[in-house]
C-alpha cells in the first residue's frame, strides 16, 4: 500500500459515519485504512462494524481506551502499512470522490516528496474557505511561518518513515502536537515539503483545537520555548507580529509604499533633528 489514512474517534458516531462515507467514495481503492476508536460508547464501533465489508481486508481498526488524541495517532501509525501517511480524524472528510486519485498523480509528478500537502477546506456559517496552510508554493518554510501557522495536519501525506527519524507524536501536549511535529522535521529537520493544489480534506470546525484557543496558544509558547533558543525566541516574541504586519502590507502594493514611504519621511524628520543638535 502506497498510502494508509488514519482515523481516530471517541463517541463521534456521527462525524464517523461522515468520515467514513468519504473514505468509501474513493474512486481509488488501492489504499488502506485504519480506525482508531477509543473504547465509544455511542455506536460508534457499530459504525465501523457496519462499513468493514465494503472495505474488505483494506480495513484495519481497533476500540480500545487511550490516553487521548495523540495516543490515538501514534496506535495509528504504528498500525499502517502504507509508505505515506494522511491523519483524517472522525467529522473531517474528504472533499471529492477524488482526492486520492488526485493525491496518487501528485505524489508522481512531485517525485514523492517526504511530505506533500494540499488544500483545506473550512466551512463557515457565510462562505466556504479555502486553507493552503499559510503558505504558497513560493514561499519558503521559515521558522516565522510556523511562528503563527502550521501544516493542517488533515491535508498532509507524510513519509511514514519520517516517524522513525523524528518520533511519533508527544502524547503530553493536547492540542498541538501535530505543529510541534511539523516544526521539528520541517525547521529544524529541514525537511522539503511539496505543495499540491490540490482539495484534499473539509476541516470539522467542532474539533478541539477550534474550541480551546486558548490552551492552543499555550501549549504553542511551551513548546517554542522548549525548541527555540532563548535569545532567538525573545527577537520572535518581539518582532513576529509586526513582521507579520509587513507581510499582509505586501500583498497591496499601494498600501506598502505609503507606508515605506511615510517611514522614511520621519526617519529623515529624525535625522534633520539630531544634525540640529549636534549628534
Known amino acids: 500500500m502506497v498510502l494508509t489514512i488514519i482515523t481516530i474517534n471517541r463517541n463521534n458516531a456521527a462525524g464517523l459515519e461522515k468520515t467514513m462515507q468519504s473514505v468509501l467514495s474513493q474512486t481509488r481503492t488501492d489504499f488502506e485504512y485504519v480506525v482508531v476508536d477509543g473504547a465509544s460508547a455511542d455506536g460508534s464501533v457499530e459504525i465501523i462494524r457496519r462499513h468493514a465489508d465494503q472495505f474488505g481486508d483494506r480495513l484495519k481498526w481497533i476500540s480500545e481506551p487511550d490516553k487521548g488524541i495523540y495516543n490515538a495517532m501514534n496506535k495509528g501509525i504504528r498500525m499502517a502499512s502504507g509508505e505515506y501517511l494522511e491523519f483524517l480524524n472522525s467529522g473531517d472528510c474528504l472533499v471529492s470522490e477524488t482526492v486520492i486519485a488526485n493525491i496518487d498523480r501528485a505524489l508522481k509528478s512531485t517525485g ?30 521559515t521558522l516565522l511561518r510556523f511562528y503563527f501557522g502550521t501544516l493542517n495536519h488533515s491535508s498532509a501525506f507524510i513519509r511514514k518513515s519520517l516517524f ?20 521539528q522535521a520541517i525547521i529544524l529537520g529541514e525537511e522539503k515539503p511539496i505543495c499540491a493544489n490540490v482539495d ?17 496558544k499555550k501549549e504553542r509558547k511551551e513548546v517554542l520555548s522548549t525548541l527555540i533558543p532563548t535569545p532567538i525566541l525573545a527577537d520572535y516574541d518581539e518582532w513576529a507580529f509586526q513582521l507579520e504586519q509587513m507581510n499582509r502590507l ?15 519621511c520621519l ?3 529624525e535625522k534633520w533633528k539630531w544634525a540640529r543638535k549636534g549628534f
Open 200 to 216: 484534499v480534506s473539509l476541516f470539522d470546525m467542532t474539533g478541539v483545537s477550534e474550541t480551546n484557543p486558548e490552551l492552543t
Open 267 to 269: 526617519f529623515k524628520l
Open 250 to 264: 505586501k500583498r497591496y502594493p499601494w498600501a506598502y509604499k505609503m507606508v515605506w514611504f511615510l517611514e522614511r
Open 112 to 141: 514523492f516528496p517526504s511530505i506533500l500537502y494540499g488544500n483545506m477546506l473550512k466551512d463557515l456559517p457565510k462562505n466556504r474557505i479555502r486553507k493552503t496552510s499559510h503558505f504558497s508554493g513560493k514561499e519558503e518554510f
Open 164 to 183: 522513525d527519524k523524528y518520533g511519533l507524536y508527544d502524547e503530553s501536549l493536547k492540542i498541538v502536537s501535530d505543529w510541534k511535529w511539523f516544526l
